[in-house]
């Protein structure tokens, strides 16, 4: 990282399912866009996709691939450290230390726990309960300024907070306190299928969702099928959960306003708006699945990136780990 002035970002997707447009307009687009302002870490998050049971080989190929569509969105190898959080295993011991100065009673809250618990209702294990803890450790080594999420990571931001300032209150400024980035419009696309729920890229229903290598006639007709009312009216209105989904969408990708969009649609039908949703996320994916595959297969170059990443973010995270231990209390290591 070449500027020691700047701010510090720290943000992860887990590798399960596909990256979908929720995930790209949520995080990795803003990710895109502050990387030129921060020192960056992006990390594809393994350890975290483990409370729910994954296939071995296909999480292996999986966390490769994410890495690349990072690189494919317009995330800089040269400017960000991009790495396997399980490369770093600074990442493991922190959050065994900071699962000591957090309660049960905070975690017991948590939303995504309690829906995790009931989609997985035969294997509710240990590390989904303490997932936030991990979450915390990823955020606090690093010293992170801010933290680019989807909304549904508000939860879990604020008790990273919580437990630094616990921490910090016991053993003085250890760590810096975070704040998180969400966007404006895109802090939460919906599915297209139940525009009640939130996007998700462990959805089964593939229709629900769209992949950011998805190729054109799948997201058109994808697009053409998103469950909306028969209103035909393009305004953001309480309750019109599917039409309101889609003009998000569209203001996230084409930057523009709301209100523009109101306009620009006013007297058309949702039949002409879906047409003009298609057609831009149609545009703004093209390059990134081109892109996508003309890195895919460079075994070398991705090889070079984690390396190069993992040992970089193991600088930084010995630091604040070293830190930590001298805090606590642990006889100083003599090696
Ligand atoms: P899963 O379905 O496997 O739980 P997910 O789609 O929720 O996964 P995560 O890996 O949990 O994806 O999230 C990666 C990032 O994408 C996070 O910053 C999260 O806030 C953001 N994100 C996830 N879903 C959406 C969504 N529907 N809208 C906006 N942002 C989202
Ligand atoms: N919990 C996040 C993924 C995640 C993350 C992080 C995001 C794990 N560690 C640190 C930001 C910072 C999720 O999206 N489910």
């Not at 949520?26 to 020192?39: F, R, T």
């Not at 309960?129 to 801010?146: G, N, S």
Request: proline share 3%.
């Amino acid at each position: 990282m070449e500027n020691n002035a700047k701010k510090i970002i720290f943000s992860g997707i887990q590798p399960t399912g596909c990256i979908t447009l929720g995930n790209y307009i949520g995080a990795l687009k803003n990710w895109v866009e502050l990387q030129n302002d921060y020192n960056c870490l992006f990390s594809v998050v393994d350890l975290h996709s483990i409370t729910v049971r994954q296939d071995s080989a296909l999480l292996r190929k999986r966390c490769k691939e994410f890495l690349v569509q990072y690189l494919a969105c317009g995330i800089d190898a040269e400017k960000n450290i991009l790495f396997f959080q399980s490369h770093v295993p600074q990442h493991a011991e922190l959050s065994w230390i900071l699962s000591c100065y957090t309660y049960m009673g905070e975690l017991s809250r948590m939303t995504q726990y309690k829906d995790k618990c009931a989609k997985h209702a035969d294997n509710i294990n240990a590390g989904l309960f303490t997932y936030p803890v991990l979450m915390a450790a990823d955020i606090l080594l690093y010293q992170t300024d801010l933290v680019p999420v989807g909304s549904d990571q508000k939860q879990h931001l604020e008790i990273a907070r919580d437990i630094a300032m616990r921490f910090n209150g016991i053993y003085g400024e250890v760590f810096k306190i975070p704040e998180g980035f969400t966007p404006k419009e895109g802090a939460r696309i919906m599915s297209l299928q139940d525009p009640t729920s939130k996007m998700s890229k462990s959805d089964p229903n593939e229709n629900g969702f769209i992949s950011i290598l998805d190729n054109p006639d799948v997201i058109v007709r994808k697009i053409k099928r998103a469950v909306t009312d028969s209103d035909n009216v393009i305004k953001i209105r309480e309750g019109h959960d599917g039409i309101n989904n889609l003009i998000n969408i569209y203001a996230s990708i084409t930057k523009k306003s709301i209100a523009d969009i109101e306009n620009e649609f006013d007297g058309k039908g949702y039949g002409d708006f879906k047409q003009s949703v298609a057609e831009a996320v149609v545009e703004e994916l093209r390059p990134i699945r081109a892109r996508y595959d003309d890195l895919i297969n460079n075994k070398d170059y991705i090889e070079e990136i984690y390396k190069n990443g993992a040992y970089a973010a193991q600088k930084l995270a010995s630091r604040t780990l070293s830190k930590v231990h001298r805090k606590i209390g642990f006889v100083d290591r003599k090696y």
